[in-house]
């Protein structure tokens, strides 16, 4: 398919600070592209030059084939956005934020109205459709941004962190529906800090240090890449620690020391040792997920 976004050498500068480092990537039509990485790492400001908050410091970025930095309105008329933060108005009812967004397409009344029951509909809003924002649970107002957000029937949806504080129930609801949307050809760029989500919803994703993109692929083969099929996490006194690293010296694993916790992983992506002899400690043995890639490429130290 053709890429319907294309990044090449993009550079965000904030007063000698470098907040994009010079990042190449390309979004094919219909798939969902995520950004991972840490706090300040540069994906909320990636994804505000897509829309056309920021402006770029160097480089092309195009959406949709147009440039960012020249067609701007064209480019966010095809635009759906859910922000991370809740701006929903407390002052209207669930109906009506979407009828009053709407008026910023310019959309028709009638349409406006139906295609705002449907999305309600969808997103499992119609009962709600007169109460106030203030009456809403997380979950309504997280469903209630995307809803808002496909008024104007978006070629491209952003996703900017949509289920954040969300309890597992609401979580996977909406999880659902973000699968259906892209059943239905919505192309999406999701930005999220959590790992599960990030593989349950992404086709490709990159990972993001200090502005620049670490690695890019599919879930399942970077977590094939740099982790393998499995983990192991031993939980060790010190004696029982020197014991194991002796053991697993004869073995083609790689192992991170952090500290009361050994974390072991298999250079070759095979299976682990199944026997070991572990005194003082537990032994956890567990399927390797996105969040060990993420934590070892961008390192388990807080960064804020």
Known sequence: MAAIIEARGVVKRYKGFTAVAGVDFSVQAQECFGFLGPNGAG???????????????EGVLLVDNR????????????????????????????????????????IPKEVARRRALELLELFQLLDRQRSRIDTLSGGMKRRLLIARALINEPKILILDEPTAGLDPQARHLVWRKIRYLKGQGVTMILSTHNMEEAAHLCDRLVIM?????????????LIRQYVGQEVLELRLDTVGK???????QSYNVSIEDVGDTLYVFSND????????????????????????????LTGRELKE
């Not at 994906?43 to 402006?55: A, F, H, Q």
């Not at 537990?282 to 890639?293: F, G, H, K, N, S």
């Open 43 to 57: 994906k909320t400001t990636l994804m505000r030059m897509i829309t056309c908050v920021y402006p770029l410091s």
């Open 67 to 106: 440039d960012v930095m020249k067609e701007p309105r064209a480019i966010k008329a095809v635009l759906g956005v859910v922000p991370q933060e809740e701006n929903l108005d407390p002052d209207l009812t669930v109906l009506q934020n979407l009828l009053v967004y709407a008026r910023y397409f310019d």
């Open 209 to 221: 240090d200090q502005g620049r993109i670490l690695v890019e692929d599919r879930p399942v083969n």
């Open 242 to 248: 020197s014991h194991v690293l002796r053991q697993l």
């Open 269 to 296: 992506g095979g299976l682990l040792p199944e026997q070991l002899m572990v005194e003082g400690g537990d032994v956890v043995r567990r399927q390797a997920t996105l969040e060990d890639v993420f934590l070892r």
